[in-house]
């Protein structure tokens, strides 16, 4: 329930464009706009991260003001995380699903501390809650836009 409250209150805040009549364009986006993404990733450090469990099971708790000053992860990767979340559940939602479909560089623990990694999950998980909720406000995904996925996306198959 707190996750979902916790959706709510971003996509108002980010004012994220719908995949509804009022999109313009005639697919929904396959990724999002970088001030959106960097919105994302700041409610979700402030407001998710915080409440996150690392793999311990503790809580990550608050940052400090030294921490706050610097970024928790590269921006570029914080839209490639987004990117990913909104890429899969549109394939998803189009009953699609990724040839050789590899999430292990969300999660490389070799390249992240624990903390990077559990907002690496945050900010994905944001992202998905919303392209999802996004995604269910439309009736179904077109056949036209599922041959778009299939004919410009050779990694998607039936």
Known sequence: MNRLISCLIILLALNIPAYAEENPSKF?????E?????QLAKYTREKILP???????????PES??????PIIPPEF????????????TVQWCGLSLKNANFEFLQDSNKWNRKQLAFIASLHGAATSLVKEQLQKKKACSEDFRNYLKKNYPETND
């Open 51 to 61: 409440q996150a469990k690392l793999p311990n099971g503790s809580i990550v708790g």
């Open 65 to 70: 003001n030294k921490e706050k000053q610097k």
């Open 34 to 38: 970088p001030n959106i993404v960097t």
């Open 28 to 32: 929904p986006p396959l990724s999002w």
């Open 78 to 89: 914080e839209q490639t995380i987004v990117d990913h979340a909104v890429f899969w559940n």
